[in-house]
């Protein structure tokens, strides 16, 4: 069992930034491929962005250039850099670890935080 807790959400305004955090239990997590998903109301939750554990990155087109994906694997901890913040980017926020599939999809991931808000005002 994987648990996972995410943090640094918070209501910015357009053009700010945040950096989120999800800390992840086990002995294992530089073993561990995590994802960042987001999900606004009423839509689905989408990729936003990967890393491996050779820390290989992935980001959604959306977010590309402006948010940055790294790991700490001492403090078994990921985080997602968000710099230029747009009013689209409001959701919530959650981290993953990944188990089977396609990395882009939610549904290849295992285990999943809480998440935590995001609200960028324009």
């Known amino acids: 069992q994987v648990q996972l807790v995410e943090s640094g959400g918070g209501l910015v305004q357009a053009g700010g930034s945040l950096r989120l955090s999800c800390a992840a239990s086990g002995r294992a997590f530089s073993t561990y491929l995590m994802g960042w998903f987001r999900q606004a109301p009423g839509k689905e939750r989408e990729f936003v962005a990967f890393?491996?554990?050779?820390?290989?990155?992935l980001y959604a087109d959306s977010v590309k250039g402006r948010f940055t994906i790294t790991r700490d694997n001492a403090k078994n901890t990921v985080y997602l850099q968000m710099n230029s913040l747009e009013p689209e980017d409001t959701a919530v926020y959650y981290c993953?670890?990944?188990?089977?599939?396609?990395?882009?999809?939610?549904?290849?991931?295992?285990?999943w935080g809480q998440g935590t808000q995001v609200t960028v005002s324009s």
């Open positions: 890393i491996s554990s050779g820390e290989m990155t």
């Open positions: 993953g670890k990944h188990g089977l599939g396609d990395w882009r999809g939610p549904k290849s991931y295992a285990y």
